[in-house]
Nanobody, 124 residues
């Protein structure tokens, strides 16, 4: 069982930056691949980024490539999402998720554990 708690969301102007954090409970965090997803009102949950258990095999959704960076610190049981050059269309609730797959795909079904999310709002 893994419990995930996101933090770091907020209101930022277009072009600004935020860093989201997701802290996991338990001692098995390093066994899981981690992902970030986002969901805007009325829309489906969208894949944002993924990172393998060892910090490798990062992969990003097309809409965020070059602007967002996923990383993890297994010693701190934490995964991060550095968000730069934010745009109004990045406004959404951001969720972190854990997957027991070595390299999970972009589908939400590939992830077994989810946090409650943190809201990111980008003003124009």
């Amino acid at each position: 069982q893994v419990q995930l708690v996101e933090s770091g969301g907020g209101l930022v102007q277009a072009g600004g930056s935020l860093r989201l954090s997701c802290e996991a409970s338990g001692r098995t965090f390093s066994r899981y691949a981690m992902g970030w997803f986002r969901q805007a009102p009325g829309q489906e949950r969208e894949f944002v980024a993924r990172i393998a258990w060892n910090g490798g095999m990062t992969y990003y959704g097309d809409s965020v490539k070059g602007r967002l960076t996923i990383s993890r610190d297994n010693a701190k049981n934490t995964v991060y999402l550095q968000m730069n050059n934010l745009k109004p269309e990045d406004t959404a609730r951001y969720y972190c998720a854990a997957s027991s797959a070595i390299i999970p795909n972009m589908a939400t079904q590939a992830y077994q554990y989810w946090g409650q999310g943190t809201q990111v709002t980008v003003s124009s």
